[in-house]
Nanobody, 121 residues
Framework: QVQLVESGGGLVQAGGSLRLSCAASGRSFSVHAMGWFRQAPGKEREFVAGIGWGGVKIDYADSVKGRFTISRDDAKNTVFLQMNSLKPEDTADYYC??????????????WGQGTQVTVSS
């Protein structure tokens, strides 16, 4: 089994920044790619960003390109999401995702418990 634990959410004003972290433990060697999804109240969960092993493959949702940066520390089985120029529409619960194969925008093999991000206007 794989456990994903997020940290770093919180409340920030529009235009501000936050950095999310997600650490994988357990059978983390089975996780090839890691990333983030988010779910706003009343909306479906949506893909935000993903990064493959070694950072060779990176994918972003169009809505966050140029504002969010995903990175990872393979030695620590940790993925980061640097979020800049935050907008109120970025408000959501952010979920860490882990894939045993390539990044998928539609599903994940493993999920974290979620961390809340609130952007005030």
């Amino acid at each position: 089994q794989v456990q994903l634990v997020e940290s770093g959410g919180g409340l920030v004003q529009a235009g501000g920044s936050l950095r999310l972290s997600c650490a994988a433990s357990g059978r983390s060697f089975s996780v090839h790619a890691m990333g983030w999804f988010r779910q706003a109240p009343g909306k479906e969960r949506e893909f935000v960003a993903g990064i493959g092993w070694g950072g060779v493959k990176i994918d972003y949702a169009d809505s966050v390109k140029g504002r969010f940066t995903i990175s990872r520390d393979d030695a620590k089985n940790t993925v980061f999401l640097q979020m800049n120029s935050l907008k109120p529409e970025d408000t959501a619960d952010y979920y860490c995702a882990g894939w045993t194969g390539p990044i998928s925008r539609y599903a994940s093999d493993y999920w974290g418990q979620g961390t809340q991000v609130t952007v005030s206007s």
